[in-house]
């Protein structure tokens, strides 16, 4: 993501018939495009990154004579899903964009360069120079979509979990008989009268899952958000694998997952009961209670039994959300990063005669003007001694016309005697 750089301001006099030598008159630069994260609920995947994954803001207009302002351009909103988690891992900032309309500003524009009518004063009415626009802020940034769904069904491939979400929602996942049907995670919503909640089913989960085996990898990272899983066991699975190890593969993946994944609150479906006959499923379901210590639902996709209590079961066992403020409010709490904030600098002698001076606001400054110029040379050295620099200079021991390195520009720093020609400005640091 980059921001667009800040306008520069411009050098310009006033020009008319009757004003024989007008005064500076150069506008100031526009501040550079943001660019911004919007939550779209229109959108389901980070598809789109995968063709464009560079975004510009446009740069702010150069200011221009007659006092005209550069333009600020609009800032550049990049779209992304409903659960989009953007990070920054450089720096550690994190959004965590869940609502339809939250926004954050990732990168901000550059502030524009002031004209030269800003640099006019009593005894220097003429300035020929001007300040640059500042680059606008640039940063790599990673996004995840982490769904937003209440429940997650999770299990083996091919233990009915899709034909489950079929039978409680609307959704109308992929079934079919063999595994890894799903291969991409489906939100369904479960309701009542007085509340919905999302379910989400995920592909199937294999041993190693947690490792990157399978599919079940990347998709265990949606169920983290869940307030509560529902492992579907199919009690007599095709491959004649035996349930109890089953139920401990998905277990272990869940937890070697970590993310919290673990300590989730549980239901157990025994799955495809009708396949069973029912006095085997009437004791499946007091064993496992016993064994997982976990409300225990037989059910079947097929015949509808049992659907109706998972459904009362899954509404019982989501807590109900409080109203945090994530959900109100729009804007996503964010950080703002301005690069070099504070006005610390450090000064240091890299050999004879030569210094380097650091610091954030001492860059700007450097970063804002064209040192060949002559007279914003002459204006720098008079900004270095007011913030304190030249005095900090000479005491590493700095002598007029020794070299200077600031942002990576060296130069020949000769303050000289810089109000000797200067009435105007008395009294600063170091004079
Ligand atoms: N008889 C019967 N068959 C079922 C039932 N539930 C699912 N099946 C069958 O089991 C097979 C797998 O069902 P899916 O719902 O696709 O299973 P899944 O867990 O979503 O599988 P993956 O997406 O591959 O992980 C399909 O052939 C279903 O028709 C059920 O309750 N009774
Ligand atoms: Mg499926």
């Not at 667009?4 to 550079?32: L, M």
């Not at 495009?33 to 980070?46: K, M, N, T, Y």
């Not at 351009?73 to 779209?79: D, F, G, K, T």
């Not at 640059?132 to 940034?141: F, I, S, T, V």
Request: with cysteine; proline share 7%; glycine share 14%.
């Amino acid at each position: 993501m980059r921001a667009g750089g800040g306008g520069n301001g411009v050098v310009s006099f006033r020009r008319e018939a009757h004003v024989p030598k007008g005064g500076p008159d150069g506008g100031d630069g526009g501040r550079g495009g943001d660019v911004e994260i919007v939550v779209d609920p229109s959108l389901r995947d980070l598809a789109s990154f995968r063709r464009g994954s560079h975004f510009k803001a446009l740069r702010g207009g150069h200011g221009q004579g007659a006092n005209k302002h550069g333009a600020t351009p609009e800032r550049l909103e990049v779209r992304v899903p409903p659960g989009t988690v953007v990070q920054d891992p450089e720096r550690g900032d994190r959004w965590d964009l869940t609502a339809p309309g939250q926004h954050a500003v990732v990168a901000r524009g550059g502030s524009g360069g002031r004209g030269n009518r800003h640099f006019a004063t009593a005894t220097h009415q003429a300035p020929r120079f001007a300040e640059r626009g500042l680059a606008g802020e640039e940063r790599w940034l990673t996004l995840e979509l982490k769904l937003l769904a209440d429940a997650g069904l999770v299990g083996l491939p091919n233990a009915g979990k899709s034909s489950l979400l079929a039978r409680l929602t609307r959704a109308r996942p992929k079934v079919a008989d063999y595994p890894f049907t799903t291969i991409e995670p489906v939100l369904g919503t479960l309701e009542r009268d007085d509340r919905q909640l999302v379910l989400a089913d995920i592909p199937g989960l294999i041993e190693g899952a947690s490792a990157g085996a399978g599919l079940g990898h990347e998709f265990l990272a949606h169920v983290e958000r869940c307030r509560l899983l529902v492992h579907v066991l199919d009690l007599a699975p095709l491959d004649g694998s035996d349930p109890v190890e089953n139920h401990v593969t998905v277990e272990a993946e869940l937890r070697e997952h970590g993310h919290g994944l673990a300590d989730l609150p549980r239901i157990l479906c025994l799955s495809k009961a009708d396949l069973v006959p029912p006095g085997v499923v009437e004791a499946a379901v007091s064993d496992w209670e016993r064994r997982a210590a976990v409300p225990v639902f037989a059910t079947s996709a097929a015949t509808g039994a049992g659907i109706a209590e998972l459904r009362d079961a899954v509404f019982e066992r989501v807590p109900e959300e409080e109203a945090g403020p994530e959900h109100g409010e729009q804007p996503a709490t964010h950080r703002v990063y301005r690069p070099g904030e504070g006005d610390s600098f450090n000064v240091e002698r890299v050999g004879p005669g030569a210094f380097r001076v650091e610091g954030g606001r001492i860059d700007r400054l450097i970063a804002r003007h064209d040192i060949e110029n002559a007279e914003a040379l002459r204006y720098v050295e008079e900004r270095l001694r007011s913030l304190g620099v030249i005095r900090a200079l000479e005491a590493a021991g700095f002598t007029p016309g020794d070299d200077v390195e600031i942002a990576g520009v060296v130069f020949e720093l000769d303050p000289g005697s810089p109000f000797a020609d200067r009435p105007d400005i008395r009294g600063g640091p170091g004079t």
